[in-house]
């Protein structure tokens, strides 16, 4: 009977720990701290994203003197201008709108509009022939398809530096050369987009296939009328992410352009800095404006995103 009751004692002593333990967590999750801490976390996220696209914003509307001035030591006057800070002369600047400007044959506006001409051609061509790609390699039997499909994710691995020079050859002897054409036609098609649309259009049931087929249905309108409705969420967000690719190029527009009346604002916007003087101040104000197109697209377009993005980890 002692033994019984020693052992019985050696249990809960053992157990104690645990109790304590798992009655503390409670009382934590009671009070909320895990909560406070995930929120300081999140803020923390938050702060260090913002600050510095924050910072370049309110740095372009102040004088040129005075971006620099205030960094150290830290106070709030290094984010917001003074009162007598305030100017739009960067924006006027960059627009030509001054005599600085127009002097310098600045041109952002134009140079924003060329980037969206390009851009919004590179989705539009990149939406039909990505799709037409992956509902082939998705739906269609054909033999090594999937040998066709690795060599095809294979040239996800080439670095584009080295697809540069014989891109450029290849684009001057077609007589693209400073053309529009020359910034669109290289980006057609994405290996992946193919891929990632591939994903999208496996998690739509067969089924739904077969039934439009025996309903007469070509594959064309299958596709039309069955895959691209129910892979809306997935066709915006390859739209968003190939947008913001082309959007924020730089090399190859710098490379295979030299017309100023068609350069991209990601080409102009560094062009703004010389070999002496960094206009510090046109810089902010032209990445302030080359952030707007991209931004307001997300904001219109995040529900969307989000289905898109959740749909690729939803297997079944």
Do not use: C
Request: no cysteine; glycine share 4%; net charge positive.
């Amino acid at each position: 009977m002692a033994t019984t009751q020693s052992s019985s004692n050696r249990k809960q002593s053992s157990a104690s720990p645990l109790t304590l333990t798992s009655a503390l967590m409670q009382s934590i999750r009671a009070i909320g701290i895990l909560d406070i801490i995930r929120w300081i976390g999140y803020f923390l996220l938050v702060v260090i994203f913002l600050t510095p696209f924050i910072w370049t914003v309110l740095a372009s509307f102040r004088q040129e003197s005075q971006i620099l001035a205030n960094l150290f030591p830290l106070s709030i006057h290094t984010f917001l201008p003074r009162p007598g800070e305030w100017t739009l002369e960067h924006y006027q600047t960059v627009m030509g709108l001054n005599e600085v400007g127009a002097r310098e044959s600045l041109r952002f506006d134009k140079n924003l509009l060329n980037s969206f001409i390009v851009s919004a051609s590179v989705v539009i061509s990149s939406l039909i022939f990505n799709t037409l790609a992956a509902f082939f390699f998705s739906r269609l039997p054909f033999p090594k398809k999937n040998v066709i499909l690795l060599y095809v994710i294979a040239t996800l691995f080439v670095p584009v530096q080295v697809t540069l020079v014989p891109l450029f050859i290849v684009v001057k002897q077609l007589g693209f050369a400073n053309t529009y054409w020359a910034m669109i036609l290289p980006w057609f098609a994405s290996p992946f987009v193919i891929f990632a649309l591939i994903q999208f259009f496996k998690e739509i049931p067969r089924d739904l296939d077969e039934a439009a087929i025996i309903d007469g249905a070509s594959y064309v309108q299958v596709l039309r009328h069955v895959i691209m409705p129910l892979s809306i969420p997935g066709l915006i967000t390859m739209s968003l992410l190939e947008f913001q690719f082309i959007w924020n190029l730089f090399l190859w527009p710098l490379i295979a352009v030299s017309d100023k009346n068609i350069q991209v604002i990601q080409v102009t916007l560094a062009l703004t800095q010389t070999q002496r003087t960094t206009y510090w101040g046109r810089r902010f104000a032209g990445a302030a404006l080359a952030s707007v197109p991209v931004i307001i697209l997300f904001v219109l377009l995040q529900k969307y995103y989000t289905e898109g993005v959740a749909q690729t980890g939803v297997k079944g």
